[in-house]
């Protein structure tokens, strides 16, 4: 097992996470001051100022956020990304864009991006399976990138696809398939706009390892981790409200809002708390912290979704 248990994080790593907030925050300072690229601890990472989106809780440590991991296109064991998505090749990455856009085409994932400030922000990340951690995420903001690609006034939803390569993901290989490929997921244009939203490009500071969704994904903190797809080779505008993976394969536990919500239990588990990993211990009676509406963003996003029933609208 390569997974170190959540609960045997050396001290060392936990400097190694403080050291890193305190270098972040003094390239910071120094950005503003006007040596920007000058420090030399950023010199080989993603240059990116720190969003005011950012939470101050303790980011998890990177080496369980490269190590447990669900992406199923590698495999469904936690350990599996890590160990098999070095394999894909990430570089050429091609987006297509299409529907309802003014700019459609093949685009190169750098294209889409070029030009638009990275910024760092960390987020916590909520899965449906009760779990949780902190990721400082690099990216852009989603809205920017569609803009870019104007969408039509007739547009309604965002649509994701990720990539289908069974030569080099091993999950999509074989007689047993835990899922329908391409893994898809989708989101209302305005949620798609919101300022929460982001394509991610990278984390703690370095380009994203494969296993977390390279080159680009999407994260949406407010919701479970689910909706945060990896690898996206498609993005496609629509008038109608697109089809979700998880939705797909279980439509009464898994919904396409998704919004994590401590009041709506998964027909199998409760959603009222969370083990946050490396925090609050591995074992079945650790203790569980509290999960928050909108997973503590309720007053970023909970404008979205006035007058919506949020328990028919799981
Ligand atoms: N393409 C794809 N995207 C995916 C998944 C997946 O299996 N395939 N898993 C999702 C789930 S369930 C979670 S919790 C997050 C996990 O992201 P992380 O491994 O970077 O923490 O990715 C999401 N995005
Ligand atoms: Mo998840």
């Known amino acids: 097992m390569l997974i170190r248990q959540a609960n045997d994080i050396r001290p060392s790593e936990i400097t190694d996470r403080s050291v890193y907030l305190r270098r972040r925050e003094f390239m910071i300072g120094a950005a503003a001051l006007g040596f920007g690229g000058a420090a030399p601890a950023a010199a080989a990472g993603l240059k990116a100022a720190r969003s005011s989106f950012s939470t101050d809780e303790e980011p998890t440590s990177l080496e369980a956020i490269t190590g447990y991991c669900n992406y199923y296109e590698f495999g469904t064991g936690k350990g599996d990304p890590a160990a098999h998505a070095g394999k894909l090749t990430t570089d050429p990455w091609k987006i297509k864009v299409d529907g309802l856009v003014g700019k459609p085409g093949d685009y190169d994932f750098d294209d889409l991006v070029r030009d638009i400030d990275l910024e760092e922000r960390i987020y916590r990340l909520r899965c449906v399976e009760a779990w949780s951690m902190v990721i400082p995420w690099i990216g852009v903001p989603l809205k920017s990138v569609l803009e870019r690609i104007e969408p039509m006034g007739s547009a309604r939803y965002v649509a994701f696809e990720t990539l289908h390569r069974p030569a080099e993901m091993r999950g999509q290989k074989g007689l047993f398939q835990p899922l329908a490929w391409p893994y898809v997921e989708g989101l209302r244009l305005d949620e798609a706009m919101h300022p929460l939203t982001l394509l991610a490009v990278g984390l703690y500071g370095e380009k994203l390892p494969n296993q977390n969704g390279a080159p680009i994904r999407l994260v949406v903190p407010w919701k479970y981790g689910f909706k945060s797809i990896k690898s996206i080779v498609r993005i496609h505008l629509t008038q109608t409200q697109p089809q979700t ?16 919500n401590p009041d709506v239990d998964h027909p199998r588990w409760s959603q009222a708390r969370e083990r946050r990993i490396g925090a609050d211990g591995n074992s079945l009676f650790a203790s569980r912290r509290p999960t928050l509406p909108f997973n503590g963003y309720a007053d970023q996003v909970a404008g979205l979704y006035a007058g919506l029933d949020l328990k028919a609208n799981y």
């Open 245 to 260: 993976t998880w939705n797909i394969a279980g439509p009464d536990e898994y919904g396409f809002y998704a919004n994590v």
